[in-house]
């Protein structure tokens, strides 16, 4: 077969790992050549992994009563190593699969990424014939070295596809009670700004309020627009009420919008004991009304106007005096 020939091939070698470098003492490798006939590595998104900058190298070979053990580590991840374990009478051509866990640990685990089960670095390896290594390496010792290998033989998925979203937003402006008034009263923390993580599996996207989304398939990406007046794009609309910003935001006490400031039918809840939500107010003799939209207020204004005579306490019934004589406090 011609796999078979590919893995005799390479027992004579120094394949997969680099030749320049590969250790010698004298004209014997520092590790039979007949030890490791192929091996792949796969690198993540998380492991952002470059393959200009990054290297994997196979930096030690353990025995044990039993098995090898062979350690590899990466420049792009520091503290994780791969270690394939395979008997020490394995058949020729045994494949293995990578354990990816800590340095200096007895118990190798997992190496798993903050969202969840997503592996940051895995391998295979195939051994060759280890007779040449059982006959160099005693039991119970190790041979350390600093072999690289090819890079052909590691994938790395660096910005190839998105793992997971995070989703922010900032916090809203949110109303305080004014001077004099007791402060309102929010159920529960506020968040400064408001996070949705790890947001994993089959993800759909959609405009949402004032937001536009375009995909460029050619430039395999997703772009995501804030809509304005003037931008020529399209949303779901303006909202037409409050949204909430995180699960569970609520209104403070004694109010119901979210950023705890009064709807306009709100501002007079009654006047002389008559509830609104409408409640209309007529200027009559010596009354006027004024209304100032920047402060949204309405002035009382009791300025006489209309009232052509008034009788102060101490004049007689039918004695007459204008307005402007009176004391409107009197």
């Not at 270690?83 to 494949?95: G, L, M, Q, S, Y």
């Amino acid at each position: 077969m011609a796999r078979t020939t590919w893995f005799n091939d390479n027992e004579f070698r120094a394949y997969p790992f680099v030749e320049e470098g590969y250790p010698y003492d004298g004209d014997t490798p520092v590790l039979p050549l007949a030890t490791v006939v192929d091996c792949g590595f796969l690198f993540s998104p998380t492991a952002a992994f470059d393959e200009k900058t990054h290297r994997v190298s196979l930096t030690r070979v353990e025995r044990t009563a039993s098995s090898f053990r062979f350690v590899f580590q990466t420049t792009a991840l520091p503290n994780r190593q791969l270690v394939f374990t395979v008997n020490d009478d394995a058949p020729e051509f045994t494949h293995l699969v990578a354990e990816v866990g800590w340095p200096d640990e007895v118990s190798w685990s997992l190496s798993v990424s903050e969202c969840g089960e997503l592996t940051e670095w895995e391998g295979f390896l195939v051994v060759g014939n280890l007779a040449d290594l059982k006959a160099k390496l005693p039991v119970d010792s190790a041979l350390t070295v600093n072999i690289a290998v090819e890079p052909t033989t590691v994938v790395a998925l660096r910005s190839a596809y998105v793992t997971s979203l995070y989703v922010a937003n900032v916090a809203r402006t949110r109303c305080e009670a004014p001077e004099g008034c007791p402060p309102l009263e929010w159920p529960g923390p506020l968040p400064a700004v408001p996070v949705v993580g790890c947001v994993a599996g089959p993800v759909r996207l959609v405009p949402g309020y004032n937001c536009h989304i375009a995909v460029d398939t050619a430039a395999n990406s997703i772009t995501i627009h804030a809509v304005t007046a003037d931008s020529g794009l399209s949303g779901a609309g303006a909202p037409t009420g409050e949204v909430p910003q995180f699960v569970g935001e609520a209104p403070p006490a004694s109010r119901t919008r979210l950023d705890g400031a009064l709807h306009c039918y709100e501002v007079f809840r009654t006047i002389n004991g008559l509830p609104g939500p409408v409640i209309e107010l007529v200027a009559e003799d010596g009354i006027a009304l004024q209304a100032d939209a920047e402060t949204h207020t309405w002035i009382v204004d009791v300025n006489m106007t209309g009232m052509t005579v008034c009788s102060p306490g101490g004049m007689g019934p039918n004695d007459e005096v204008s307005c402007s004589e009176c004391d409107p406090c009197g």
